[in-house]
């Protein structure tokens, strides 16, 4: 199944190389959890991020379904 | 004193003299510094009702105890007054260098009164104080000005000063410092022009004395080694400066996109900070003595869009770009750069634009009241229309007067999205409920530097909650509402406060920061007793606005956020349920229903109404 992975802020730094602007698609296995997909592209989990599947929070554990949008980032400020 | 110097400079515009005032300890300690002395001082010596650009109004520049100390951030001042814009209170926050400095000279605070007869501007190199003519600066921009002020005074000198904006009292007007920075909202820099005060230079070589001066270097230096221990894992402020916000908040769907009629943009990915870094970025710029460095040295090489200058910032990117429904970014950057350059508030002014904006889409503004077509999505529009803001001509005398009023002269004040009149930053409360509380009960109106639950609520500092719902939203309001007080009257910027000198819990418990303010001033401050001091700056506010007769009726948010769900994205059906969290929020400040602090209340805090 395909999800679309984006991840914002420094973490840009771990979607491959070339990748245009900061989302690329993915395949991944049916039960892919979320945790899966981040180590793939070596997102430190022990870092403070903050994971939105489909714009609401989500866990590390949280099962992925055809379609959905993950977006992970560092926990950080804006103003 | 310590940490205080406990002197105020008193400069009297209209006779022309200044003097100098001590400053009562117990006072000091009660109301924290900055933002804390300014009300006390503006509750005793001004008519709440008053005129806010008559002489009457009194301008204080506050800097806090920890202004211009070790204290990591420890570099802002705030600007208070009655506001032109809104009727209700100002609290403008800045950093850059001026703050530092201005604490250096050996003041904690300069009170500006009356009305001078000729542009003037205030000189203070230490204890020398002058107050010097300023025809020459008149007319001239905030960049201009400062150049001219330094060479006349000291090539160290800082300057605060106003743009041609000010000095026409737009409505929206700032005051600039440093040429880039901004204690930008609330129209303080048409106060400032309506004193005929041009510019404040100072230059000062006080150090700030130190209660415990040994234990406070220690802890700076602790809080400093584990800034730079994250900034070095990466620091999406170093490396995008607030810029890498609208990704974010647009992926949850509260990104204000064409006048806040939806909360997801489509042109997001040209807006966003690794846009801003790869093209325009010279290089990050920190305030002074600040480890993050989230300021931006930016130049647009663009034939339309040249500039240079510094940002833009995630509020100017929000304001002036998704929500005109622009995303050409070096637009945007230029944009920024006007605005600094002539002294308006970025916010305000965007919003105020994209009230004009849908206004004409809906064919209520006419084009020929305009000049030009003002759709959406149009830069040029913008740009010339910030021009024409600050000096007030044509179609741009409307907009000076802020949306609200721009919105009610066409008959529709439902399309100014302010609260209190001022227009309403970067996170649609419809996806941020705490944010709509937020906007509700600030006593300056829709800001989100009043007590920013945004962190929280998007950026899970310093833990994520869920910006859906209501629950204990009141509660968390209150807490945020006190701590942000307590930050700004000390003198601190809220970036790095709110994460290094706060216990890692969402109710805000400032362990490091009481012992800051302990090692700086000696005043044997609790938490409590801290938070405490908060509260009692944040009901003194309120006092003054229930004084200027504002009531619970605007303790409210635009039609948009309580009765239009959001159309689309993550927060796709939600409105902002503000009444039923406004009780329990009245409830747990002490206030009664009417919003009014109860004589319990008041007594708890030593205010007496």
Same mark, same amino acid.
């Given at each position: 199944?395909?999800?679309?992975?984006?991840?914002?802020?420094?973490?840009?730094?771990?979607?491959?190389?070339?990748?245009?602007?900061?989302?690329?698609?993915?395949?991944?296995?049916?039960?892919?959890?979320?945790?899966?997909?981040?180590?793939?592209?070596?997102?430190?989990?022990?870092?403070?991020?903050?994971?939105?599947?489909?714009?609401?929070?989500?866990?590390?554990?949280?099962?992925?379904?055809?379609?959905?949008?993950?977006?992970?980032?560092?926990?950080?400020?804006?103003? | 004193?310590?940490?205080?110097?406990?002197?105020?400079?008193?400069?009297?515009?209209?006779?022309?003299?200044?003097?100098?005032?001590?400053?009562?300890?117990?006072?000091?300690?009660?109301?924290?510094?900055?933002?804390?002395?300014?009300?006390?001082?503006?509750?005793?010596?001004?008519?709440?009702?008053?005129?806010?650009?008559?002489?009457?109004?009194?301008?204080?520049?506050?800097?806090?105890?920890?202004?211009?100390?070790?204290?990591?951030?420890?570099?802002?001042?705030?600007?208070?007054?009655?506001?032109?814009?809104?009727?209700?209170?100002? %609290?403008?926050?800045?950093?850059?260098?001026?703050?530092?400095?201005?604490?250096?000279?050996?003041?904690?605070?300069?009170?500006?009164?009356?009305?001078?007869?000729?542009?003037?501007?205030?000189?203070?190199?230490?204890?020398?104080?002058?107050?010097?003519?300023?025809?020459?600066?008149?007319?001239?921009?905030?960049?201009?000005?400062?150049?001219?002020?330094?060479?006349?005074?000291?090539?160290?000198?800082?300057?605060?000063?106003?743009?041609?904006?000010?000095?026409?009292?737009?409505?929206?007007?700032?005051?600039?410092?440093?040429?880039?920075?901004?204690?930008?909202?609330?129209?303080?820099?048409?106060?400032?022009?309506?004193?005929?005060?041009?510019?404040?230079?100072?230059?000062?070589?006080?150090?700030?004395?130190?209660?415990?001066?040994?234990?406070?270097?220690?802890? %700076?230096?602790?809080?400093?080694?584990?800034?730079?221990?994250?900034?070095?894992?990466?620091?999406?402020?170093?490396?995008?400066?607030?810029?890498?916000?609208?990704?974010?908040?647009?992926?949850?769907?509260?990104?204000?996109?064409?006048?806040?009629?939806?909360?997801?943009?489509?042109?997001?990915?040209?807006?966003?900070?690794?846009?801003?870094?790869?093209?325009?970025?010279?290089?990050?710029?920190?305030?002074?003595?600040?480890?993050?460095?989230?300021?931006?040295? #930016?130049?647009?090489?663009?034939?339309?869009?040249?500039?240079?200058?510094?940002?833009?910032?995630?509020?100017?990117?929000?304001?002036?770009?998704?929500?005109?429904?622009?995303?050409?970014?070096?637009?945007?950057?230029?944009?920024?750069?006007?605005?600094?350059?002539?002294?308006?508030?970025?916010?305000?002014?965007?919003?105020?634009?994209?009230? &004009?904006?849908?206004?004409?889409?809906?064919?209520?503004?006419?084009?020929?009241?305009?000049?030009?077509?003002?759709?959406?999505?149009?830069?040029? &529009?913008?740009?010339?229309?910030?021009?024409?803001?600050?000096?007030?001509?044509?179609?741009?005398?409307?907009?000076?007067?802020?949306?609200?009023?721009?919105?009610?002269?066409?008959?529709?004040?439902?399309?100014?999205?302010?609260?209190?009149?001022?227009?309403?930053?970067?996170?649609?409360?419809?996806?941020?409920?705490?944010?709509?509380?937020?906007?509700? #009960?600030?006593?300056?109106?829709?800001?989100?530097?009043?007590?920013?639950?945004?962190?929280?609520?998007?950026?899970?500092?310093?833990?994520?909650?869920?910006?859906?719902?209501?629950?204990?939203?009141?509660?968390?309001?209150?807490?945020?509402?006190?701590?942000? #007080?307590?930050?700004?009257?000390?003198?601190?910027?809220?970036?790095?406060?709110?994460?290094?000198?706060?216990?890692?819990?969402?109710?805000?418990?400032?362990?490091?920061? #009481?012992?800051?303010?302990?090692?700086?001033?000696?005043?044997?401050?609790?938490?409590?007793?801290?938070?405490?001091?908060?509260?009692?700056?944040?009901?003194?506010?309120?006092?003054?606005?229930?004084?200027?007769?504002?009531?619970?009726?605007?303790?409210?948010?635009?039609?948009?956020?309580?009765?239009?769900?959001?159309?689309?994205?993550?927060?796709?059906?939600?409105?902002?349920?503000?009444?039923?969290?406004?009780?329990?929020?009245?409830?747990?400040?002490?206030?009664?229903?009417?919003?009014?602090?109860?004589?319990?209340?008041?007594?708890?805090?030593?205010?007496?109404?």
């Amino acid at each position: 199944m395909k999800v679309r992975l984006k991840l914002f802020a420094v973490f840009r730094r771990y979607l491959p190389p070339g990748t245009q602007g900061n989302a690329c698609d993915v395949e991944v296995p049916d039960g892919t959890q979320v945790s899966d997909l981040l180590s793939r592209f070596g997102v430190p989990e022990k870092e403070s991020l903050l994971i939105l599947v489909n714009g609401r929070d989500a866990g590390p554990d949280r099962v992925l379904r055809d379609g959905d949008v993950v977006a992970v980032f560092p926990t950080l400020a804006g103003g | 004193m310590f940490g205080w110097h406990g002197k105020i400079l008193r400069v009297d515009l209209t006779n022309e003299n200044v003097s100098v005032e001590e400053v009562d300890p117990q006072m000091a300690k009660d109301f924290i510094g900055g933002r804390g002395w300014s009300i006390q001082y503006l509750y005793g010596e001004v008519d709440p009702t008053v005129d806010p650009l008559a002489p009457e109004n009194k301008l204080i520049f506050g800097t806090g105890p920890l202004t211009a100390t070790p204290a990591p951030t420890g570099n802002r001042y705030v600007v208070t007054t009655k506001s032109p814009l809104t009727g209700a209170l100002s %609290c403008s926050n800045s950093g850059g260098m001026f703050p530092t400095e201005m604490k250096r000279t050996g003041f904690d605070l300069f009170i500006f009164e009356g009305r001078a007869e000729r542009p003037v501007y205030l000189w203070v190199n230490d204890d020398q104080v002058e107050i010097r003519p300023a025809e020459h600066l008149w007319g001239k921009t905030v960049h201009q000005t400062e150049d001219i002020l330094l060479e006349e005074t000291d090539p160290k000198a800082k300057v605060a000063c106003i743009g041609p904006a000010g000095e026409r009292l737009v409505k929206i007007a700032a005051i600039m410092n440093d040429k880039h920075r901004a204690a930008a909202r609330s129209g303080v820099g048409a106060v400032m022009g309506s004193k005929m005060l041009k510019a404040v230079v100072v230059r000062g070589t006080q150090k700030t004395p130190l209660a415990e001066p040994q234990a406070m270097r220690e802890l %700076c230096k602790l809080v400093h080694s584990e800034v730079s221990r994250d900034v070095k894992k990466g620091s999406s402020l170093r490396e995008y400066g607030t810029a890498y916000v609208p990704p974010v908040t647009n992926e949850i769907g509260i990104l204000p996109t064409r006048n806040f009629q939806t909360g997801v943009f489509e042109g997001v990915d040209n807006i966003n900070g690794p846009t801003l870094t790869e093209n325009y970025l010279i290089r990050p710029k920190p305030c002074f003595g600040c480890p993050i460095a989230c300021g931006r040295d #930016t130049r647009v090489d663009d034939p339309l869009y040249g500039g240079e200058g510094e940002g833009p910032e995630y509020e100017t990117i929000a304001a002036l770009g998704s929500g005109c429904g622009i995303d050409n970014l070096a637009a945007v950057a230029k944009a920024n750069y006007v605005c600094n350059e002539l002294g308006v508030d970025t916010i305000s002014m965007g919003v105020t634009l994209s009230c &004009a904006m849908e206004m004409y889409e809906k064919g209520v503004l006419p084009e020929s009241d305009v000049g030009r077509p003002l759709r959406f999505g149009d830069a040029d &529009a913008v740009i010339a229309l910030i021009k024409q803001t600050a000096y007030r001509e044509g179609f741009g005398d409307a907009l000076a007067e802020g949306s609200y009023r721009l919105a009610e002269k066409y008959g529709h004040p439902e399309l100014s999205i302010t609260a209190k009149k001022l227009e309403c930053p970067g996170y649609d409360p419809r996806g941020a409920k705490g944010m709509g509380l937020l906007y509700a #009960t600030s006593n300056i109106g829709a800001s989100h530097m009043a007590g920013d639950l945004a962190y929280p609520e998007v950026f899970g500092v310093p833990k994520k909650i869920d910006p859906l719902t209501i629950e204990n939203k009141p509660h968390l309001i209150h807490r945020f509402e006190d701590a942000f #007080t307590v930050i700004d009257a000390a003198g601190l910027c809220v970036f790095l406060s709110l994460r290094y000198l706060f216990d890692s819990d969402v109710n805000l418990w400032p362990a490091r920061l #009481t012992k800051l303010m302990n090692y700086a001033t000696g005043a044997g401050y609790t938490e409590e007793t801290l938070l405490q001091a908060g509260e009692r700056i944040f009901n003194l506010e309120r006092l003054f606005l229930l004084k200027a007769g504002f009531t619970k009726d605007d303790d409210t948010l635009p039609r948009r956020m309580l009765e239009e769900p959001m159309p689309e994205g993550p927060a796709k059906g939600h409105v902002v349920e503000l009444d039923e969290m406004l009780p329990e929020f009245y409830r747990l400040r002490g206030w009664d229903e009417n919003g009014v602090p109860t004589n319990a209340r008041l007594a708890e805090l030593g205010l007496k109404c």
